[in-house]
């Protein structure tokens, strides 16, 4: 089970990423598992079909398309985790993190306790992008410290100039990630995916 943590703020696009990484999985899996993806969401009550939910030990699991089981998280976020592979084996699993969490403290739990490597993505919102790096740098500095790759959403609202002057910014607090400019909501090209995943 390979692990994918995806990180950024409030309102800066995850959940279209994440369906639109969730598709990818399912439509390019080679896996024999029935799941190819699990998610976990770290905020239970946020989807509003808690009715829907299925009990399980510490998670609850929807499934949100064939292939693709949601689990809103309600325990341990480690003993999650072993129960997903235990009881799913997804061929990924994904993590998407709080608007205010670090990714980098979540990939650090899972490989001291799990002792499992993941993969850290955060979203950037280039819309607003000035505004939330004024109001809690410490924030989005810690968010992009340990990205893997960096996706810049909402690329279609803004001008390049301003796309141009994100990146550079962006490059100021990880110069090693790979960035994508992205407009999550029109889709996101399988080529990004690849790159990411591979």
Known sequence: MKILILGGFLGSGKTSVLMSLAHYIVDNSTSDSSTKVAIIENEIGETGIDDKFIRNDG????????????CSLSGELMSAINNIEKNMNPEYLIIEATGVAFPGDIKEKIKDILKKDSKII???DSKRWKRLLNAMSNLIEGQLDFADNILINKIDLVEKDVVEAVKESITKFNSTAPLYEVAATNGIDNSI???ILK
């Open 59 to 70: 998670y609850n699991v929807e499934n949100l398309f064939s292939g693709c089981a949601c």
């Open 122 to 124: 955060v979203i950037c």
């Open 193 to 195: 995916w690849n790159n």
